[in-house]
């Protein structure tokens, strides 16, 4: 499979803990983008990587959220000490230059 | 305002008949516009991107794309049931920031 890959596809996870996410864009797909998408809204943009520079961070997204993609290759997110706000399906893409963006599966995150 | 406006629907088309999806954007330095599908709990699927002003084909779907006006817009000929999702709209901001920002979605039942 030549997609985008998210792992894991779930978590549950209880208040207050750590968890972290992994992307693995296309092949060569130089930018990579994390969303954020709950139920009935567009995908919110959270941060977006050109190779392992991290370009742009949104405003919104608080200190306890973090990414990184070392060798501009594949990326985590982490979110620390979660909170119940923090349930939603969070959405990895990738593209090459300024071609189109393919999104991965999508890791659904349950803060219990 | 909004940077993607879309109508958050449900917008209901008759099986066979066209239906037709609008975006607008606030940012006049766009440059890339893409429209989404996307299922129920799956990730967005790409089904058109386009650059330049005019109209661009493929298949049963035509994106429309007008700068002066910031606006774009999907028609789905012969609609199928199989059609019905949610439709997002993403923009792609100045060259150089390429930030993806998406609507909210148009939600799209067709009517057997």
């Known amino acids: 499979d030549t997609g985008v890959s998210q792992n894991p596809r779930h978590k549950i996870t209880k208040r207050g803990q750590n968890v972290t996410f992994r992307c693995d864009p296309i092949?060569?797909?130089?930018?990579l983008y994390w969303y954020r998408q709950t139920l009935g809204q567009g995908p919110e943009f959270l941060t977006y990587?050109?190779?392992?520079?991290?370009?742009?961070k949104s405003r919104l997204l608080s200190d306890r959220f973090s990414a990184e993609r070392p060798k501009g290759s594949f990326s985590t997110l982490e979110i620390q000490r979660t909170e119940q706000g923090d349930s939603a399906m969070y959405l990895c893409?990738?593209?090459?230059?300024?071609?189109?963006?393919?999104f991965g599966q999508g890791t659904r995150l349950t803060v219990v | 305002q909004k940077e993607v406006e879309q109508n958050s629907g449900p917008l209901s088309v008759p099986e066979g008949a066209i239906a037709s999806l609008n975006c607008t954007y606030s940012?006049?330095?766009?440059?890339?516009f893409f429209w989404y599908r996307q299922y129920s709990g799956k990730s967005p699927e790409l089904i058109m991107f386009i650059y330049s002003n005019g109209d661009k084909e493929d298949g049963r779907f035509t994106a429309q794309l007008n700068k002066a006006s910031q606006y774009v817009s999907l028609l789905i000929r012969d609609s199928q049931p199989s059609d019905s999702a949610t439709y997002l709209c993403?923009?792609?901001?100045?060259?150089?920031?390429?930030?993806?920002?998406f609507g909210t979605g148009t939600r799209l039942t067709i009517i057997p």
């Open positions: 940012d006049r330095g766009s440059q890339s």
């Open positions: 990587f050109q190779n392992e520079a991290q370009l742009e």
């Open positions: 893409a990738s593209r090459k230059g300024f071609t189109e963006a393919f």
């Open positions: 993403a923009v792609g901001s100045n060259f150089g920031n390429e930030k993806l920002t």
């Open positions: 092949s060569e797909h130089n930018r």
